[in-house]
């Protein structure tokens, strides 16, 4: 069983940056995928950056690509995502998931979509233009 909480969300400018962060509990944190979603008023969450268990592999969305670096630190049981050039398009509510990693390939495209099991409950970003 994995916990998970974000923080880290707020109000910023188009141009901007934030970084946030997700606190995970139990002992096995550092045996799960991580990943971060968000949904935007009116539409279908989507996947936004995945790394794999031992941070070795990451995964981005297009639209994130260059802009949104995802990291952990298993020690601390915690996975952040530094987001940069912020454009009001990101505007969402932004959620930590976790799962359980199957076989990857170098590139890591499973990371995106692969079952997660747990999810936090998510915090909001808005982007001012």
């Known amino acids: 069983q994995v916990q998970l909480v974000e923080s880290g969300g707020g109000l910023v400018q188009a141009g901007g940056s934030l970084r946030l962060s997700c606190a995970a509990s139990g002992r096995t944190f550092s045996r799960y995928a991580m990943g971060w979603f968000r949904q935007a008023p009116g539409k279908e969450r989507e996947f936004a950056a995945a790394?794999?268990?031992?941070?070795?592999?990451?995964y981005y969305a297009n639209s994130m690509k260059g802009r949104f670096t995802i990291s952990r630190d298993n020690a601390k049981n915690t996975v952040n995502l530094q987001m940069n050039n912020l454009k009001p398009e990101d505007t969402a509510v932004y959620y930590c998931?976790?799962?359980?990693?199957?076989?990857?390939?170098?590139?890591?495209?499973?990371?995106?979509?692969?079952?997660?099991?747990?999810w936090g409950q998510g915090t909001q970003v808005t982007v001012s233009s």
């Open positions: 998931a976790a799962g359980p990693q199957p076989p990857l390939s170098a590139w890591g495209y499973t990371l995106s979509t692969m079952r997660y099991d747990y």
């Open positions: 790394i794999s268990w031992s941070g070795g592999i990451t």
